[in-house]
C-alpha cells in the first residue's frame, strides 16, 4: 500500500483542490520534500508535524498550514493513525488578491511568512462542505469555487485566525499538549490527567496554551472533536453511535456543541453536505 493516496477533486484553471491521505507510517522525520507551488492545506483528520529548518507546526484540524513553493520540509509522525487534509491550490493572482500583506513573505517568489494559522469553527466546515460536496458530486463547480474562496477569506481573516505571541520553549510545550489531545480524542481529559503526561503544573499548561492558541485549552481539544464529526457525520446513521464515540457524555450534548459551534445540528450538515 502506498504512503500517499491523492485524490483529484476539482481544477478550474484558477482553483485546484485535493484531498491526501498518509498512512502515518513513518514515525522520525522524513527526507525532506517541496511543494511546486504554493499551497493552502486543511487537515481534517489525523495529526503530524511539519518541520522547516528549526521550526514546527502542528498539523491538526484547528489549522490551516502555508506549503510555500520552493522551500523545503520534513515530515513526522509522533501519534498513531496517519493524517487526511484538503489541500488548495489557488492562482497566483488570486491568492494576492485574498492574503493580507502582512501574512506575505517579501521573497520574489509568492508564500507566507508563517507556517500555519489556527482558524475557527466556520472555517473548519466549509472544509468539510466543500469535501463531502465535492467527493459525492453534488455541486458544481462555480458554487465550489464561492465556497473555496470564502473558506480562504476566513481563513486568513484578521477576526477569525490567530498568530501566537510566545516564546518558542512556550510554543513546543504546547505543541506537546496538541499532540496528547489529539492521540486520544474521545477521551475526557482533566488537567491534573494533561499535567501528569506532559510534566508541570495544571495551572501553568493552562496560562501557557491560553498565551500560545488564544482560546482555553478545553476548547481546543473540544474543536478537535467536532472537526472529526464533521469528518465521520455523513457515514452515520445513528448519532448517538458517532457521540458516544467522539467522547461526548449523550447525543443531546453532541448535538448542542455541535450547533454552538457550526450555526447548525449536525442531521442538517449532514443532509447539506448531501445536496450541496
Same mark, same amino acid.
Given at each position: 500500500?502506498?504512503?500517499?493516496?491523492?485524490?483529484?477533486?476539482?481544477?478550474?484553471?484558477?482553483?485546484?483542490?485535493?484531498?491526501?491521505?498518509? =498512512?502515518?507510517?513513518?514515525?522520525?522525520?522524513?527526507? &525532506?520534500?517541496?511543494?511546486?507551488?504554493?499551497?493552502?492545506?486543511?487537515?481534517?483528520?489525523?495529526?503530524?508535524?511539519?518541520?522547516?529548518?528549526?521550526?514546527?507546526?502542528?498539523?491538526?484540524?484547528?489549522?490551516?498550514?502555508?506549503?510555500?513553493?520552493? &522551500?523545503?520540509?520534513?515530515?513526522?509522525?509522533?501519534?498513531?493513525?496517519?493524517?487526511?487534509?484538503?489541500?488548495?491550490?489557488?492562482?497566483?493572482?488570486?491568492?494576492?488578491?485574498?492574503?493580507?500583506?502582512?501574512?506575505?513573505?517579501?521573497?520574489?517568489?509568492?508564500?507566507?511568512?508563517?507556517?500555519?494559522?489556527?482558524?475557527?469553527?466556520?472555517?473548519?466546515?466549509?472544509?468539510?462542505?466543500?469535501?463531502?460536496?465535492?467527493?459525492?458530486?453534488?455541486? &458544481?463547480?462555480?458554487?465550489?469555487?464561492?465556497?473555496?474562496?470564502?473558506?480562504?477569506?476566513?481563513?486568513?481573516?484578521?477576526?477569525?485566525?490567530? &498568530?501566537?505571541?510566545?516564546?518558542?520553549?512556550?510554543?513546543?510545550?504546547? =505543541?506537546?499538549?496538541?499532540?496528547?489531545?489529539?492521540?486520544?480524542?474521545?477521551?475526557?481529559?482533566?488537567?491534573?490527567?494533561?499535567?501528569?503526561?506532559?510534566?508541570?503544573?495544571?495551572?501553568?499548561?493552562?496560562?501557557?496554551?491560553?498565551?500560545?492558541?488564544?482560546?482555553?485549552?478545553?476548547?481546543?481539544?473540544?474543536?478537535?472533536?467536532?472537526?472529526?464529526?464533521? =469528518?465521520?457525520?455523513?457515514?452515520?446513521? =445513528?448519532?448517538?453511535?458517532?457521540?458516544?464515540?467522539?467522547?461526548?457524555?449523550?447525543?443531546?450534548?453532541?448535538?448542542?456543541?455541535?450547533?454552538?459551534?457550526?450555526?447548525?445540528?449536525?442531521?442538517?450538515?449532514?443532509?447539506?453536505?448531501?445536496?450541496?
Amino acid at each position: 500500500m502506498p504512503e500517499f493516496e491523492v485524490s483529484h477533486l476539482l481544477d478550474t484553471g484558477t482553483v485546484a483542490v485535493r484531498t491526501v491521505h498518509c =498512512d502515518g507510517a513513518c514515525r522520525h522525520r522524513s527526507a &525532506e520534500e517541496c511543494a511546486s507551488a504554493t499551497q493552502l492545506v486543511f487537515p481534517y483528520r489525523g495529526v503530524y508535524l511539519r518541520h522547516v529548518g528549526n521550526d514546527q507546526a502542528v498539523a491538526d484540524a484547528n489549522h490551516v498550514l502555508f506549503f510555500n513553493a520552493g &522551500e523545503g520540509y520534513q515530515v513526522s509522525h509522533p501519534v498513531e493513525g496517519g493524517d487526511a487534509c484538503l489541500s488548495l491550490g489557488l492562482s497566483e493572482p488570486l491568492l494576492r488578491e485574498l492574503a493580507p500583506k502582512s501574512l506575505l513573505n517579501d521573497r520574489g517568489t509568492l508564500g507566507f511568512r508563517r507556517q500555519h494559522l489556527r482558524i475557527d469553527p466556520r472555517a473548519q466546515a466549509l472544509v468539510a462542505l466543500l469535501r463531502h460536496s465535492l467527493e459525492n458530486g453534488t455541486i &458544481e463547480p462555480l458554487e465550489a469555487e464561492g465556497l473555496l474562496l470564502t473558506l480562504v477569506c476566513r481563513s486568513l481573516g484578521p477576526r477569525t485566525s490567530h &498568530e501566537p505571541g510566545a516564546t518558542h520553549a512556550r510554543r513546543r510545550l504546547a =505543541d506537546r499538549v496538541k499532540l496528547l489531545l489529539a492521540g486520544d480524542l474521545s477521551r475526557r481529559w482533566t488537567l491534573a490527567e494533561i499535567a501528569a503526561e506532559i510534566g508541570g503544573s495544571p495551572v501553568y499548561l493552562t496560562q501557557v496554551f491560553q498565551q500560545v492558541e488564544g482560546i482555553p485549552l478545553y476548547r481546543y481539544h473540544l474543536r478537535l472533536r467536532l472537526a472529526r464529526a464533521l =469528518d465521520l457525520v455523513a457515514r452515520y446513521e =445513528d448519532l448517538s453511535a458517532l457521540a458516544a464515540e467522539l467522547g461526548f457524555s449523550s447525543h443531546s450534548h453532541f448535538t448542542a456543541a455541535f450547533r454552538q459551534a457550526y450555526g447548525r445540528s449536525p442531521t442538517a450538515f449532514k443532509q447539506s453536505a448531501r445536496r450541496a
